[in-house]
């Protein structure tokens, strides 16, 4: 089993910046595809953006070029940098894990992901 926890969210105003961290624990070993959705209350979970373990990334057309996702040491971290934030930004940011390889058509689709984090509020005013 493979467990979550999230940091980093907060307030800030719009065209400033935040650095969510994912910290995984358990056996991470398996995870091949880690990434983060954000769901907004009412509404579906919506990809933001993962990172496979060959390096790959994939974004959400919304955030590309503000926010770029990374992956930490021993690969049980993992990082979102989101830069020149605005208040449609505004949401709840899951991290996300799978061991299975991201998928590059699907990768926005939230069955794929077995394992979630809790989750941590990101406000852009």
């Known amino acids: 089993h493979v467990q979550l926890v999230e940091s980093g969210g907060g307030s800030v105003q719009a065209g400033g910046s935040l650095r969510l961290a994912c910290t995984a624990s358990g056996y991470t070993n398996s995870n091949r595809c880690m990434g983060w959705f954000r769901q907004v209350s009412g509404k579906e979970p919506e990809g933001v953006a993962v990172f496979d373990r060959d390096g790959t990334t994939e974004y959400a057309e919304s955030v590309r070029g503000r926010f770029t996702i990374s992956e930490g040491n021993a690969k049980k971290s993992l990082f979102l940098q989101m830069n020149s934030l605005k208040p449609e930004d505004t949401a709840m940011y899951f991290c996300?894990?799978?061991?299975?390889?991201?998928?590059?058509?699907?990768?926005?689709?939230?069955?794929?992901?077995?394992?979630w984090g809790q989750g941590t509020q990101v406000t852009v005013s």
């Open positions: 996300v894990a799978d061991r299975s390889s991201c998928n590059s058509r699907l990768w926005h689709h939230r069955d794929l992901y077995q394992f």
